[in-house]
């Protein structure tokens, strides 16, 4: 157990919809990342937040959106689903602003119909 | 623009022999490399890492070793077990980013 919280496990929607996934960091982390991996391919970094303020941001649609609130636990936003938005939604944290060594939680699998 | 490359998508190793997982990259800012181990239905779990300081990092049966010049590293797993198959990614990071780049991913079968 990582200690990283992610909810849901799965989700299923259909095109056009949003949806939100959460994230609960390990006790103490003060950084979270988004992470998608599709189809078996590797991690995209989407963004990250450090104490509620967003530090870095990679490969985001501008259909998504993410906040991280003051008890530190973060939502990625997906809005206006798309089949191709299918894919494995991974949080992590860590402790530093640095990235050192980061905790993933176990993912949000998001099935677009 | 793949900064973080693992060109082998797969491999097969027989148990008790070596496994090696190979990884380039690209980018000469990072300085900082860790191997990420996922099992399905899992998050990726971290496994070892190396600074651009050292060319070598050893933990029990998993050994990282840093090419900088050839901006390679690798990751020797000795002796592979059964349990030891999954995916493994490298990936990648620098003092001044605040965030992991990672590889695709090599899917390790450890035969019994």
């Known amino acids: 157990d990582s200690g990283v919280t992610q909810t849901p496990k799965h989700l299923i929607t259909a095109t056009g919809q949003r949806v939100t996934l959460r994230c609960s960091p390990r006790?103490?982390?003060?950084?979270v990342y988004w992470y998608q991996q599709s189809l078996d391919q590797g991690l995209q970094f989407l963004i990250q937040?450090?104490?509620?303020?967003?530090?870095a941001k990679g490969n985001i649609l501008e259909r998504f959106s993410a906040q991280q609130f003051p008890d530190l636990h973060s939502e990625l936003n997906l809005s206006s689903l798309e089949l191709g938005d299918s894919a494995l939604y991974f949080c992590?944290?860590?402790?530093?602003?640095?990235?050192?060594?980061?905790?993933f939680g176990q993912g949000t699998r998001l099935t677009v119909v | 623009d793949q900064q973080v490359k693992q060109n082998s998508p797969s491999l097969s190793v027989q148990e008790g022999r070596i496994s090696i997982l190979n990884c380039d990259y690209t980018?000469?800012?990072?300085?900082?490399f860790l191997w990420y181990k996922k099992y399905p239905a899992e998050g990726p779990t971290f496994l070892i890492s190396?600074?651009?300081?050292?060319d070598k990092n050893e933990d029990g049966r998993f050994t990282v070793f840093l090419n900088k010049s050839a901006k390679h590293l690798s990751l020797h797993i000795v002796p592979s077990q059964p349990g030891d198959s999954a995916v493994y990614f490298c990936?990648?990071?620098?003092?001044?980013?605040?965030?992991?780049?990672f590889g695709g991913g090599t899917r390790l079968m450890v035969k019994p």
């Open positions: 992590a944290s860590s402790v530093v602003y640095g990235v050192t060594e980061a905790f």
């Open positions: 937040y450090y104490n509620g303020e967003e530090r």
């Open positions: 190396i600074s651009s300081i050292k």
């Open positions: 990936a990648a990071s620098s003092n001044a980013g605040n965030m992991l780049t």
């Open positions: 006790s103490g982390d003060l950084s």
């Open positions: 980018n000469s800012m990072f300085d900082y």
